[in-house]
T-cell receptor, first 115, second 111 residues
Framework: GAGVSQSPRYKVAKRGQDVALRCDPI?????LFWYQQALGQGPEFLTY????????KSGLPSDRFFAERPEGSVSTLKIQRTQQEDSAVYLC?????????????FGQGTRLTVV | GENVEQHPSTLSVQEGDSAVIKCTYS??????FPWYKQELGKRPQLIID?????GEKKDQRIAVTLNKTAKHFSLHITETQPEDSAVYFC??????????FGTGTQLKVEL
């Protein structure tokens, strides 16, 4: 595809519901990142994959958050038992390789609202 | 871990004037400093970046300066236009890894 694609664009979940957010990176991009952007704030790092390997998950706020990229392409961010504080825009970014100075391309994000 | 501070949080300028946004970082090992522009409801888009071995970089009306000693970097936009209105984020990373973002600057260019 032409860019990073995320789905759904908007998700409303009832508190306690599980959600799954999908990211389709740019074809051939090795690195994939998930970020959480609260209203009026900068994106905050959640987790990072290099191909199918999850190399850094230090930003995941709790064990309710889980991410996978089983075939080194599409990635899914899953949030179990959603809470109101999970409401945010979840951004996915991909870059061609891990290395210095590689531009990260962002998707348009999934806006999650927990009610 | 890395901490990036960004100022000001809002900036209003008249069309044609210059705008300057400043960021500081804490981790001296950070070596890559991109700037992203985010319009309302849209994805962040890279507008310019600078590497730690360079002190200044310019691209048309946009320039970025880096002071490694002081650990701060700045975005300069000259001859501002209404389409420059957006939120701008600075970020820092080590070796092309995860980005640590500032809190953003809402730039408004008034006619």
């Amino acid at each position: 595809g032409a860019g990073v694609s995320q789905s759904p664009r908007y998700k409303v979940a009832k508190r306690g519901q599980d959600v799954a957010l999908r990211c389709d990176p740019i074809s051939g991009h090795v690195s994939l990142f998930w970020y959480q952007q609260a209203l009026g704030q900068g994106p905050e790092f959640l987790t990072y994959f290099q191909n199918e390997a999850q190399l850094d998950k230090s930003g995941l706020p709790s064990d309710r958050f889980f991410a996978e990229r089983p075939e080194g392409s599409v990635s899914t961010l899953k949030i179990q038992r959603t809470q109101q504080e999970d409401s945010a825009v979840y951004l996915c970014a991909s870059s061609l390789s891990q290395g210095t100075y590689t531009e990260a391309f962002f998707g348009q994000g999934t806006r999650l609202t927990v009610v | 871990g890395e901490n990036v501070e960004q100022h000001p949080s809002t900036l209003s300028v008249q069309e044609g004037d210059s705008a300057v946004i400043k960021c500081t970082y804490s981790d001296s090992a950070s070596n890559y400093f991109p700037w992203y522009k985010q319009e309302l409801g849209k994805r962040p888009q890279l507008i310019i970046d600078i590497r730690s071995n360079v002190g200044e970089k310019k691209d048309q009306r946009i320039a970025v300066t880096l002071n490694k000693t002081a650990k701060h970097f700045s975005l300069h936009i000259t001859e501002t236009q209404p389409e420059d209105s957006a939120v701008y984020f600075c970020a820092a990373s080590k070796g092309g890894n995860k980005l640590t973002f500032g809190t953003g600057t809402q730039l408004k260019v008034e006619l």
